[in-house]
Structure formats: C-alpha cells, structure tokens
C-alpha cells in the first residue's frame, strides 16, 4: 500500500505491505460531495441563520461593530466569509464602524503576508484591523462576570466595546476542547494570557470529557462557551472543511445553536472506529496546520488513541516556524525526566497554570504511552530530540526506524490527517 501524508505543502510517501495494515482511519468527510459552491454554501447558511436574526438585521443601529477573524494557524477560507459578513454588515447599517480582530489567542501576531494571504489584498486595505496581543495590558479590561470555574474573564478591550460582536472560524474536532470554532474565537481567541492558562488548566486537560469529539460535561468548553456568552458573541459564521481546505458545509446565527449544529454534522462525518495497532502513522494536516510541534501534538491524540501501549508513533509535520512556542519548549529542557515533568503539571494550582503547560502535559501523556515518538520535520535534530523524540526527515527514514523498533512484521494503521478525525 502507498501512504501518502500531508507534509507543509506537499506531501510524505512510503510503501508498507498491505497485510501489516491494521486500518486506514479517515473521516467519511472526504467521501462528502456538496451541491454548492464554497461561496453557495456560505451564502445560504447566512440567509437561513439558525435561532438568529440575519446578519443584516442584527446590525441595525449597532455603530460599533467588531468581527472576530481566524490567525494565520487557522485555514479558515475567510475569502468566502469575510467579504459576506461585511455586505451584510453595511446593510444594515452603512455607517458602522466595523473591526477586523484577528482572534491570535496566545499565538504570535499574525504577518501582513499571512493576512493578505488569508483575507485577500482588497480586505487588507480597505478594512480596520487590530491584531489581538494576549499581553498587552492596555489593550484588556476584566469583565464582571465569573468562569463557571471561578476565574475571571479577561478579554480584548475592542470586543468588549462593541456594540456588535461576531465572529467566522472553522470547526474541527479539537483534542481538548472538543471541537473548534463557535465559542473558541473569544476564549482563547482575544482573550488574555492568564484567562486562558487558567482555562487550560493541568485538572481540566486531565479530565476524561476533556477529549477530542466532546463537548458533554468538558469543564473547558464549559468555561469556554460562559465566556463568549459573558462578552457578548451573538453571531457566528463557521464552515466545515475537507483536507483540500474547501468548504463543505457552513452554519450562521446563534454562538451555542449553531455550532452545535455544526458539530453534529461533523460528529458523524468525522468518527472512526479505533484499530489498535503497533505502529500509527500520522499527520498535522500539512499547511498551515504544521507550522510547529506545538501544533503537532493534536495529531499525535489520535495515533495515541490508536497505537498500543509501548508502541510508536510516527508524525509527519513540517514545522517551518520551529517549536512554536519558548515556554514549550523550556518545559522539556528544564526537567528532561518525563515522568517527573507530567506530574509537576498535575500538581500545578489552576491560577498558577504556565505558558504553554497544557501541550507540553499531553506531549508527555502521550510520550509515557509509547516506545518512541519518530517525529518527521525540517526542525534541527538537536531540538527534536529535546522533546523526547526521534527525528527523521522522510517517511522511509521513519518506517525504517519504527521497524528497528517493533519489527518488520509489526503491524500499522495509517491516520493520514489525525486533526480531521477522533477516534472512538
């Protein structure tokens, strides 16, 4: 059988004899055919909003308006939405003062090459756009309201002036927070650092509900979905999309009631039945989703969730922009005994919750399960290796090395893009 996984903007290939494949786990998603045209289907979820009042309606003497757009390691097809959110904006109220929030949560400021790439030159120009900043003090105001968990909501000052708050994005399964999109654009969107290392506390990434696919008693989504309700998100336009980043299908209107129908959706499309194996072989999804390691420990919970207690995983991500985080990354060079490292994130208080904690703790998790993580990158060896992984730069070099491993006849199951799929 020839694997093929998503690699940057291309592609990694091997060959593996098909009677060590366990399975092929992919999200009927792909087989997905829709009737319309990506812009089709954005425009017909906007003109049939669900438990909402049109766009347009919704504007009506709202003068201060704010849309909460995806950064750039997010491939939100935002040609599709912005430019119908913003028609439907100015009619109904030509003279709203509209901005572009680019909802960055604590990830770097987004590049105006990213955002021309990802909202069009004509947008770029032409629009108000404030890129959000989790640190930056003067730009944060608390709101009054309380985290169902008890911390504070601290959100972009920008957001909490509007007199409208929308939002685009995509949803996907989510390896903590259950699905993206809806809610995620506030928290951790344009929230501050310390509201979402509170959320993604070591006790809440812990939790059993706390699982890619699931939202049901997910004490993170819970704090996620009071927190955009709290600051006042009323409207959303998401899109599902496939592994080509085309738009398959979209919803509108209300934050909670359309992204539930969102997810509900996706919820049969992107389920697969778990098919234990002794090697799993994974991807990030490609560009622009495996722009670091950060990034690739979300595909690494579903190899997880399908490799053997003691086996490998094998994770193709290209990483350009490197670990994808300082904190992250110091995590692992200041305590390089894993075991050690995974319970001091147990054993860390809520409001004491470091920069990056929660990928470094399932990093960890994962890293406990197996044998050895080969991880396929352009990122120096050296720093690979610091994160407790093997570092190879083909797919051949990688099965090559999971051979020596757990043998030749050791047996496989592909997850071409693990961030497209959980497993059940």
Sequence with gaps: MKIKLPYGKGFQETEISNERINGVLEASIEEYQPEDDQLTIVKKAMKNPINSKKLKELAVGKD?????????????????????????????????????????????????????????????????????????ESMLVTLDEKLPSGGNIIVNKLAAEADLLVAEGFIEPHFFAGYSGGRKSVFPGCCSRKAVMYNHNAEFIDSEYARTG????NPIHKDMIAAAKALGLVYIVNVVINSDKEVIHAVAGDL????????????????????????????????????????????????????????????????????GGDAFYNAFVNEPDTEKLYQSFLDTPKEETIPDQWES??????LLKTKA???????DDE????????????????????????????????IPNGISVFIK
């Design 214 to 217: 699931n939202l049901e008693n």
């Design 64 to 136: 201060k308006v704010v849309i909460l757009i995806s950064d750039h390691t997010r491939p939100v097809p935002s040609k599709y939405i912005l430019p119908l959110m913003l028609k439907e904006i100015r009619e109904g109220n030509p003279d709203a003062d509209i901005t572009l929030l680019v909802a960055t949560g604590c990830h770097r400021g987004t590049t105006k090459e990213e955002l021309i790439g990802k909202i069009g030159e004509n947008i770029y120009k032409n629009e108000k756009i404030y890129i959000h900043d989790c640190d930056d």
């Design 361 to 366: 703790q399932i990093l960890c998790r994962v």
């Design 373 to 379: 993580i080969i991880y396929i990158s352009d990122v």
């Design 383 to 414: 720093i690979v290796k610091t994160f407790h992984m093997i570092p190879v730069k083909t797919l051949d070099e990688a099965m090559e090395k999971a051979n020596e491993l757990m043998g030749n006849d050791s047996s496989v199951t592909v």
């Design 256 to 323: 909670e009631k359309a992204h539930e129908a969102g997810t509900e959706w996706l919820k049969g499309k992107a389920g697969v039945d778990k098919r234990l194996a002794d090697i799993a072989i994974t991807s990030n999804g490609g560009y622009p989703l495996d722009q670091n390691i950060y990034q690739a420990v979300k595909s690494m919970t579903a190899a997880e969730a399908t490799v053997k207690d003691g086996g490998v995983i094998i994770v193709s991500a290209e990483s350009s922009d490197g670990t």
